[in-house]
T-cell receptor, first 114, second 113 residues
Framework: AQSVTQLDSQVPVFEEAPVELRCNYS??????LFWYVQYPNQGLQLLLK??????LVKGINGFEAEFNKSQTSFHLRKPSVHISDTAEYFCAVRYDSGNTPLVFGKGTRLSVIA | KAGVTQTPRYLIKTRGQQVTLSCSPISGHRSVSWYQQTPGQGLQFLFE???????NKGNFPGRFSGRQFSNSRSEMNVSTLELGDSALYLC????????????FGPGTRLTVL
């Protein structure tokens, strides 16, 4: 079965420190990759996406992610976090032709400590 | 441009009742997807509609159903509610293609007592 694994359920990090949130997906010929953020009592907001082309993708709020096909990973990074980055982060994948539903990881709770 | 709207935002029902949730996509978007979010299971796909046709369905019992109207607005219905149906139900819309960015609404928080 196609699956998405977010290796860390919770990540505490001090303000202005770098952070990496890890995401691995089950292998497939083609994938479309997404990172979403969810703030308390809100829906999901797209941070960035990889559809094709450059494997390094830049998104909003200073986040970036790198698609690594050989390791089937799509890790999210930010060089310096702020208190306002405290939220739940979800990695999501669409497999194959693209006419398939998004498969979400379980989420990673990022807590930024002052 | 207005975002995805969902009504109601909060709902409390008792076991055995039925409920209907509504979603209005962003103007011009023709695809609407529904997800159930719970602490234990995370985000699970319910179904996706495009041009009033269901084109994908997740692994949920038949108590969960949906439809889409000609103006792209969508509703989902849950009949014979169970305690385990308590969740945040999220609706997302996208322009046309499946891999387009999905824009999510704020969700409907359903509590079943």
């Amino acid at each position: 079965a196609q699956s998405v694994t977010q290796l860390d359920s919770q990540v505490p990090v001090f303000e202005e420190a770098p952070v990496e949130l890890r995401c691995n997906y089950s292998s497939s010929v083609s994938v479309y990759l997404f990172w979403y953020v969810q703030y308390p009592n809100q829906g999901l907001q797209l941070l960035l996406k990889y559809l094709s082309g450059s494997t390094l993708v830049k998104g909003i709020n200073g986040f970036e992610a790198e698609f690594n096909k050989s390791q089937t990973s799509f890790h999210l990074r930010k060089p310096s976090v702020h208190i306002s980055d405290t939220a739940e982060y979800f990695c999501a994948v669409r497999y194959d032709s693209g006419n398939t539903p998004l498969v979400f990881g379980k989420g990673t709770r990022l807590s930024v400590i002052a | 441009k207005a975002g995805v709207t969902q009504t109601p935002r909060y709902l409390i029902k008792t076991r055995g009742q039925q409920v209907t949730l509504s979603c209005s996509p962003i103007s011009g978007h023709r695809s609407v997807s529904w997800y159930q979010q719970t602490p234990g299971q995370g985000l699970q796909f319910l179904f996706e509609y495009f041009s009033e046709t269901q084109r994908n369905k997740g692994n949920f019992p038949g108590r969960f159903s949906g439809r889409q109207f000609s103006n792209s607005r969508s509703e989902m219905n849950v009949s014979t509610l169970e305690l385990g149906d308590s969740a945040l139900y999220l609706c997302a819309s996208s322009l046309v293609l499946a891999y387009n960015e999905q824009f999510f609404g704020p969700g409907t928080r359903l509590t079943v007592l």
